[in-house]
């Protein structure tokens, strides 16, 4: 891989870019540089978790390995006894 393409690399490029232009450039000139970075990086970070969603709904029914919650309304306690005082805590 060559050096340029490794993704260490490229962030250490980055920063460097961003200390010449601060001091090349002026703070005015970072900050609109930083908040288009942000806007940028939270906009590829959408993609990528959109088509991460996308892969996991075609995928199809669930797999052992999934995450599943109850809803809240649906619990119950394991504890028979624990359910007869919850009235008394509201």
Known sequence: MRDDMNPDA????????LSTM????????????????LQTLGSSAMREAEARARALASRGGRHPSDVWVRPFADRRSSEGWLDEGASDLT
Do not use: M, S
């Open 10 to 17: 490229q962030v250490g490029q980055l920063f460097r870019r």
């Open 22 to 37: 601060r001091v090349e450039l002026g703070e005015p000139a970072f900050e609109r540089t930083i908040r288009d970075l």
